[in-house]
């Protein structure tokens, strides 16, 4: 899955960025709850797609904490990671990643708002934006594609 295109065709589709905005689009429930252990998670019942965040989160943190979860919603329809974790050998790792990736591809499209952190350290960057040192690099290595 390129998680880049597929954030990069959402914001071209909705005109917009924000997974919020996006949620709301496509008719997503986002509700703000009280979690422990967890910042959020991806539900469908019933024919309905619902994003939970954790409600004690820095805007920042929902903000690719709902990306992230709406990454899942739309790439791994119908897995119940859940299950897979408690009781089979898969690894969901992977999913995590991809939501990871499509989560940064969609908050952070614009190559040149990158630019500005030129001359910073990886650890800066991330630091500043709130991320894994991991999801910077991985977003560095997409400049320009």
């Known amino acids: ?14 005109r917009t960025n924000d997974p919020f905005e996006i949620c709301e689009c496509l008719d997503y429930t986002v509700l703000s709850v009280p979690l422990s252990g967890v910042r959020g998670f991806c539900q469908h019942y019933a024919g309905n797609s619902i994003v939970y965040l954790r409600e004690d989160l820095p805007d920042h943190v929902k903000r690719f904490v709902c990306g992230h979860e709406l990454g899942h919603a739309i790439m791994h329809t119908g897995t ?66």
């Open 1 to 14: 899955m390129d998680e880049l295109k597929l954030a990069k065709s959402l914001i071209k589709k909705f």
């Open 80 to 145: 119940n990671e859940i299950y897979m974790d408690t009781r089979t050998f898969l690894k969901t790792s992977i999913y995590e990643r991809q939501a990871d990736k499509f989560s940064v591809n969609l908050i952070y499209p614009d190559d040149d708002y990158f630019m500005d952190f030129q001359g910073f350290s990886i650890s800066k960057i991330a630091e500043c934006l709130g991320l894994d040192e991991w999801l910077v690099e991985y977003r560095l290595k997409c400049l320009n594609k």
